[in-house]
């Protein structure tokens, strides 16, 4: 009976000892992330951009805490440690399994890695990946990365893929666009008149800039350019190219200019073709 009684009480130390490790890796990940988002809210206010890399800094100490705090409590339970041990010596095929899965999350912390360093986007820019919608990077993790999408949908992508896409950055160098504007007139409509409306439109919005250099100004080069650029089978097609601070007002100066040429080329008789079709009924007798 003595035995069986060191027995449980060496267990009820292990227990409690790894109970104890548990807490204490929770509590660390609680203050290093404290820590870490303090610091994340410095370099916001300070404009520094280094949102990206504390959070993966704090996503990476999270994942190692626990892996290490979790290890050491089975560590400390020797009932555990012996059924770790038998499981992992006598399962061949498990082994094998975990080596192909440790092998993808090996690359995704990886290419996690690389993303942090070379910096292709970053948390808060606008990106499209692949043939994916556009959204925002909300999160980078070791795993993988999250996009918000504009209909407020997360997508989660593995590091691994993502670094292998074709990537398109709207905030990577300069946040200001340069957003086309087309239209397409028929060959009877005035094309100088069109060219007009679409400029005066374009300067009037209030999210029109101005991106010229003083070289360009004293050219005499316009603020906004318009010009003829094909035509169609139907149609003369213009386009006109306007400069706005960023994607999203680039999006709403493209739907208010859609709309307010469109208004303008009514009240100046100036058709926007579209196709016709003419349909022929047989009389069948």
């Known amino acids: 009976m003595a035995i069986i009684t060191n027995i449980e ?10 109970t104890t490790i548990i807490i204490f890796s929770i509590a660390l990940d609680r203050v290093l992330r404290f820590i ?30 626990y892996i290490v705090g979790i290890s050491l409590a089975i560590y400390n339970i020797p009932q555990l ?12 095929v498990m082994a094998v399994a975990i080596g192909f899965a440790s092998q993808h999350a090996l690359s995704n912390i990886i290419s996690g890695v690389f993303i942090v360093i070379f910096k292709p986007f970053k948390i808060g820019d606008r990106i499209k990946v692949g043939a994916d919608d556009p959204g925002i990077v909300e999160d980078i993790t070791l795993r993988h990365t999250v996009i918000r999408t504009f209909e407020n949908k997360r997508i989660v992508i593995p590091n691994s893929i993502i670094s292998e896409e074709r990537i398109e950055n709207s905030q990577l160098v300069d946040d200001k666009v340069c957003k086309f504007i087309e239209f397409g007139i028929s060959y009877d409509s ?9 400029e005066e439109e374009a300067l009037k919005h209030p999210y029109c ?10 050219q005499g080069k316009k603020q906004v350019e ?7 089978d139907s149609s003369v097609n213009l386009r ?4 706005t601070e960023n994607p999203g007002n680039a999006f709403d100066l493209g739907c208010d200019l859609n709309e307010s040429i469109k208004k303008r080329f009514d009240k100046e008789d100036i058709e926007i073709p579209f ?9 069948k007798k």
Not at 226 to 232: D, E, H, P, R, Y
């Open 9 to 18: 009480h060496e267990l009820l130390i292990s227990l409690y000892i790894a």
């Open 275 to 283: 196709p016709y079709r003419t349909i022929v009924y047989k009389d």
């Open 226 to 232: 318009v010009k003829l650029i094909s035509f169609g």
């Open 209 to 218: 800039i101005d991106n010229r250099t003083i070289e360009e100004k004293e």
């Open 81 to 92: 440690r012996a059924v770790s041990v038998s499981l992992l010596a006598g399962a061949g």
């Open 240 to 243: 006109a190219w306007v400069w």
């Open 36 to 65: 870490i988002n303090r610091k994340i809210e410095k370099s916001e206010r300070d404009q520094k951009g280094n949102k990206t890399k504390y959070q993966f800094i704090k996503n990476s100490l999270t994942a190692l805490i």
């Open 190 to 198: 005035n094309v100088d008149l069109a060219k007009l409306i679409m």
